[in-house]
């Protein structure tokens, strides 16, 4: 049953401001020394995170493979762009939907949906899509993944290879033309926010 509930509207911006912590929900921004190509200027939301290791995607990395083509019954529910994005170098033959919940509305015991977190949702391509169009703002549907085993995330961070900020609900559905890596960056405090006019190639500057 789709409820309509006041409790999934929370102040996104205050919370954004204390989140440091890899958690489900949080972003992984690779830093300016992360060069390798795969991983290069790249967003990643975290969708699972605990003791036996971490999986995430990439936000800002579309295909030029339209949903229709692949999965017709989900292409009116994607957010523009309708197309596949690469979510990680990880499995490319199985694809991952998440999802944004309509503001004033509840997942709680939907069939087909788990919270990740806010109004971030885990979709199961199985279910029915029709049914679940009311309660969903949009969707985004990733082939592959990225993922880490137990500690290899925490030690990549310690190196300095990413930044770990707080997400916005925006940003999983965010539009292809917007340069996510830098928006995120541009909302941070301090010296943070100056990283977002760090140029994408160096040989450029």
Known sequence: MIESVATWDES?????????????????????????????RTVI???E?????SLGVVLNCPSETAVHNVL????PLTAQPHVLYIGG?????AALCLGTVRPGFSADGVKGLRQVEGRTVMIDLDADAE????????????????????????????????MVFPSLTA??????????WARILRRQEG???MLATHPIELERN
């Open 171 to 180: 940003d999983v559905l965010a539009h292809a033309r917007i340069d996510l």
């Open 72 to 75: 017709p019954l989900w292409a």
């Open 89 to 93: 170098p990880v499995n490319r033959e």
């Open 131 to 162: 049914f679940l169009a009311p309660l969903l703002q949009g969707v985004r549907i990733f082939v592959g993944y990225a993922g880490w085993s137990a500690s290899q995330l925490d030690a990549e961070i310690a190196r300095g290879d990413w």
């Open 12 to 40: 996104e911006d205050q919370r954004a401001r204390f989140q440091r912590t890899v958690r489900p929900g949080s972003l992984l921004l690779a830093s300016t020394n992360l060069l390798e190509p795969t991983f290069r």
């Open 45 to 47: 939301y975290v969708v």
């Open 191 to 193: 010296k943070l926010s």
């Open 49 to 53: 995170h605990n003791d036996s290791g």
